[in-house]
């Protein structure tokens, strides 16, 4: 049973905190407490990386001499992979490293039930998830804004207290993230679908390209980008993540499968099936999936805004994509996004700005006085 946390609830920052893994998640975190004024302490297997982390501002390195027994924190945030949240708790607790603790796997059950197993306190033990990241990894890629506005799932039960579900949710106030409540069960589901599958559907597209002819390489376009962007990610940390959230992943990439495998056996039997109705079930995917992407929530939440992108032809050399910032901000246009398509072999690529629809006029007006070659 999950008591109810109120998802604009303030709580006070804690006033210590060491961060146990000092990578992009871990490292991102420490950086914000440390801008809110919170003591913090850091410690990685890798000392290089706690160090880097210590240098960037972050925090100081905890000690060696001080491991067996550290400065007792208000909190204890874990920044560690999923197969290690369990002993890392157990290691932590024995140590009296802090008074109360949390994690940032995005994998809650199976840590949970493995702390459980080890006897670990779960009175002071909150499992989180900052649904937030960077396609670069490491503590130099950390960013003291990385979750600003971003969901940060709190998970707890009725047998925490609730000085630990406060210290947690004041973690939370502090990287200015949006608090959300969920059962542990719930938010792996949830996860299974919204980051867990589309990584492994990425990584499955990219697998393609490994053998591909470089011409066919040559080809790409930003929409190859797009689709498999995210499977450059640690291999060896996505491993452990799809493995602890099997069962619910495995539910998703078995429905997608399905898809693909019915419009796979279509497009194969162009003998015996006719164009028309190979069209209607190439069209019916196509339109779920074009709905789907209309419910993915825009940046301030709620559905998405029905925004246009105007392309811009920018010249390849330095400044030019600050001037072109620079006469949209004079015209009182906000860029909601914006991506670059290069031209191979040319000197000049095309800006794709993402604006109101409201706002088109202005800023074509704009950049078209301002001699830039302007395409709707």
């Known amino acids: 049973m999950i008591r109810q946390v109120p998802a604009r609830q303030v709580s006070p920052a804690p006033r210590t905190a060491v961060v146990l893994g000092t990578g992009l998640i871990g490292t ?59 002993a890392t708790l157990s290691q932590a607790q024995a140590a009296g490293l802090a008074r109360w603790y949390t994690d940032v796997a995005s994998v809650k059950s199976q840590p949970l039930a493995q702390a459980a197993e080890l006897g670990c306190d779960l009175t002071t033990f909150v499992p989180g998830h900052p649904l937030s990241g960077r396609e670069r990894s490491g503590p130099a890629a950390a960013r003291a804004d990385l979750f600003l506005g971003r969901p940060w799932v709190v998970c707890h039960t009725e047998q925490v207290r609730p000085d630990a579900v406060s210290a947690v949710l004041g973690l939370v106030e502090c990287c200015r993230a949006e608090p959300v409540p969920l059962a542990a069960a719930e938010h792996d589901r949830f996860v299974a679908l919204v980051s867990h599958a589309p990584h492994v559907v ?47 992943l495995a539910r998703v990439l078995g429905a997608v499968a399905a898809d693909l495998a019915a419009v796979a056996e279509e497009l194969e039997q162009s003998t015996s099936a006719s164009a028309s109705a190979r069209l209607k079930l190439l069209g019916g995917l196509l339109e779920r999936g074009v709905s789907g992407v209309g419910r993915i929530p ?76 302007v395409r709707r």
């Open 28 to 86: 991102s975190i420490a950086l914000a407490l440390t801008e809110r004024g919170v003591t913090v302490w850091l410690a990685d297997r890798d000392r290089t990386a706690a160090r880097l982390a210590a240098d960037i501002g972050a925090g100081t390195v905890l000690p060696d001499a001080d491991v067996a027994r550290p400065p007792r924190a208000d909190l204890a945030v874990f920044a560690v992979p999923p197969a290690a949240v369990a």
């Open 202 to 248: 990425a990584a499955a597209m990219s697998a393609q390209l490994a053998d591909a002819p470089a011409t066919a390489l040559g080809l790409a376009g930003q929409g190859l980008r797009d689709v498999t962007r995210i499977a450059a990610g640690d291999t060896g940390l996505w491993e452990q993540i799809l493995a602890a959230n099997a069962a619910p």
């Open 298 to 373: 825009g940046k301030r939440g709620g559905a998405r805004a029905a925004d246009t992108v105007v392309q811009v032809v920018i010249p390849d050399r330095p400044g030019e994509l600050a001037r072109l910032f620079q006469v949209a901000g004079q015209a009182g246009v906000n860029i909601e996004d914006v991506g670059i398509e290069h031209s191979p072999g040319l000197p000049v690529g095309v800006a794709e700005l993402t604006v109101s629809p409201d706002a088109v006029g202005t800023l074509t007006r704009a950049l078209a006085a301002a001699g830039w070659p």
